[in-house]
């Protein structure tokens, strides 16, 4: 299956070099889990602190067990500190 991989701020280094938009599409086998994914492009899955599919929020709880379906994008966001 393919997915649609969409990494922000500082997570967007685990993309190849010249990546446009901040995404990848990563086949994958059926049935992967959010962590296959994330693993798949060399992201620790420690970084993924706000985690979409298809537009909606994955609970933390829930990550490891979230299969993904083919045509699903992912889209994860690191912590986002401020001052």
Same mark, same amino acid.
């Given at each position: 299956? *393919?997915? *649609?991989?969409?990494?922000?701020?500082?997570?967007? %280094?685990?993309?190849?070099?010249? #990546?446009?938009?901040?995404?990848?599409?990563? #086949?994958?086998?059926? /049935?992967? #889990?959010?962590?296959? /994914?994330?693993? /798949?492009?060399?992201?620790?899955? &420690?970084?993924?602190?706000?985690?979409?599919? %298809?537009?909606?929020?994955?609970?933390?709880? =829930?990550?490891? #067990?979230?299969?993904?379906? =083919? &045509?699903?994008?992912?889209?994860?966001?690191? /912590?986002? &500190?401020? &001052?």
């Amino acid at each position: 299956m *393919k997915i *649609k991989l969409r990494l922000y701020a500082t997570l967007r %280094n685990y993309l190849p070099p010249n #990546t446009e938009g901040g995404q990848v599409i990563l #086949t994958l086998p059926e /049935a992967a #889990t959010i962590p296959d /994914a994330l693993v /798949a492009q060399g992201v620790p899955v &420690g970084l993924a602190h706000i985690v979409l599919v %298809n537009g909606r929020h994955v609970l933390r709880s =829930d990550l490891a #067990t979230r299969q993904l379906v =083919d &045509g699903d994008e992912l889209a994860v966001f690191p /912590a986002i &500190g401020g &001052g």
